[in-house]
């Protein structure tokens, strides 16, 4: 388990300036977890996550991993405690006068050199490579390049793997398999995987649980299911929005789309599920039993940690004692019912 506890990280910019990178950070990230810490740039994620090896020695607090106080380690037991955890990164940071082979060797101590090119091999074949052993990182694309960051990473089969904005270099669609890549690997290894990014793409994809940092602070923190259905903090409201299809309504409305044009005693609202069991059909339910019509304007429904996440934006057309009592309903299925406009007032 990785435990940090008032975790503080200043930097002097210069006498009189300092910067609170890391400002009284606390948080359990348990074995085998796939966390999430994302917050724009600049929020201090990095210096956070360079805390957890001591990259970055925090000014004050505790880091204990495996109930080991990391900051009361003497040199050498340090450099043994890091062996244990890997990292990776955006730029990959491989050596390019090195192959493939030497590369992932790098970090391999006290082993004959038949021992070394078994294990390489291994971890090769672990991350889907196997055949660029003899490559020079100049001869590969940015997803292969991370695959052998990664191998590397694994060289001495850590208990942690701490990802630094790891797919923020590269495509969708090799960000996709990346992530699929450490999936995998948190599967099959069991290891605990923490990654850091300013995406919520990233966060959706792979993380259960997720912190939110902003300007050194974690400002929200919990699994990845409610951070997306219920965020609290402006800034949680913000990330989320920029993945969500909902927020396009308020394009669609900027533009004068005849689309959402309400006719009198119309009510648009965006309705939003925020428990992870919705299955029942709600919009062709409530438009029968409380006898309203009920137009699907936009939806965005996806699942997040193996729930359904999202929401619908509706426009309502009928006596408004019904529209009452369709929303009254909805709220009581705990479905979030945020009112755009009311043509009916
Ligand atoms: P993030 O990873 O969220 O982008 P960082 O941890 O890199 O954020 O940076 C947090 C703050 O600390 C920023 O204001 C950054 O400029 C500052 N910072 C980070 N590293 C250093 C350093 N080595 N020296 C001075 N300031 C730094």
Known sequence: MIELEHVVKNFHADKNNSIHAVNDVSLKI???EIFGIIGFSGAGKSTLVRCINLLERPDSGSVKIDGVE??????RE??????KIGMIFQQFNLMPSRTVLQNVAYPLKNMTKEEIRAKVRELLALVDIPDKENAYPSELSGGQKQRVAIARALA???KILLCDEATSALDPQTTGAILQLLKDLNKKLGITIVVITHEMEVVKNICRKAAVMHQGKIIETGDVFTIFSDPQHQITKNF??????LSKIETLINDNSPMVKLKPGELMARLVYIHADVSEPLISYASRAFDVEINIILADVEIVAGAMVGGTVVIFNGPRENINRAIEYYKSKDIRVEVIEDAGA
Do not use: C, E, F, Q
Not at 70 to 75: F, H, Y
């Open 30 to 32: 348990n074995d085998g």
């Open 70 to 75: 990391m900051m009361n380690l003497k040199p």
């Open 78 to 83: 340090l450099y043994k405690a890091r062996t």
């Open 156 to 158: 001495n089969d850590p």
């Open 240 to 245: 989320v929005r920029t993945t969500s299809n």
